[in-house]
């Protein structure tokens, strides 16, 4: 089952603009993970922010999270062409056993960055 | 380097064949996964482990099977049971709280 739906399903913006990507989840969540998958290949973690988190940095990458909303944001400043890829949110479950979350992802958003 | 490593890269399946996927990693981690990617579309979980010895079903178990007899290794089967295999798999590790390590996918085509 899906847990989270990311919008827009596809995003094109000029080099040098600011993206800016969003995902709604149905449950609570311990925590909800960024990941980023180039063509072809597997998805490279991003980013992490816990539930009782509400904004999270890491290089050009802004993530915020509303737990009232059930929503979440992935901001990419300054974008640049190896920046395209697709995006996918992924949420953990509020109860994990081991401390291993079994993840849930969204659908991804498409990211072109147009040269 | 630590990571993990996913073969076959391509892989071609004929009606009624099994065929496994490999997938090992070297990051002591505990729990293991494997998903299953359509074009376009999301990951679903096939199967999960967290830890040797023991693993349980994910959404779409139905048509494969796994084990996980060492920590490194989580080899995924996919039987002539499943109908429509044709997908990019994709493994992947934890050691909990701090996100995936995933492969680099086995692209799997029925022919």
């Known amino acids: 089952s899906q847990q989270g739906e990311e919008d827009p399903q596809a995003l094109s913006i000029q080099e040098g603009e600011n993206a800016t990507m969003n995902c709604s989840y149905k449950?609570?969540?311990?925590?909800l993970q960024w990941y980023r998958q180039n063509s072809g290949r597997g998805l490279v973690h991003l980013i992490l922010?816990?539930?009782?988190?509400r904004e999270k940095h890491s290089g050009r990458l802004r993530v915020t999270l509303d737990t009232s909303k059930k929503s979440s944001s992935l901001l990419i400043t300054a974008s640049r062409a190896a920046d395209t890829a697709s995006y996918f949110c992924a949420t953990a479950p509020l109860i994990s056993n081991f401390g291993n979350e079994k993840l849930t992802f969204g659908t991804g958003t498409r990211l072109t960055i147009i040269p | 380097d630590g990571g993990i490593t996913q073969s076959p890269k391509y892989l071609f399946r004929k009606e009624g064949q099994n065929v496994t996927l490999s997938c090992e990693q070297n990051l002591n981690h505990d729990a293991m996964y494997w998903y299953r990617q359509d074009p376009g579309q999301g990951l679903r979980l096939i199967y999960y482990?967290?830890?040797?010895?023991?693993?349980q079903k994910g959404d779409i178990a139905e048509g494969y099977s796994v084990s996980r007899e060492k920590k490194e290794s989580f080899p995924l089967t996919v039987t002539s049971a499943q109908k429509n295999p044709t997908a990019f798999y994709l493994c992947a590790s934890s050691a909990g709280g701090t996100g995936y390590t995933f492969g680099s996918g086995t692209r799997l085509t029925v022919v």
């Open positions: 449950t609570s969540i311990n925590n």
């Open positions: 922010i816990r539930s009782n988190e």
């Open positions: 482990s967290q830890i040797v010895n023991d693993f």
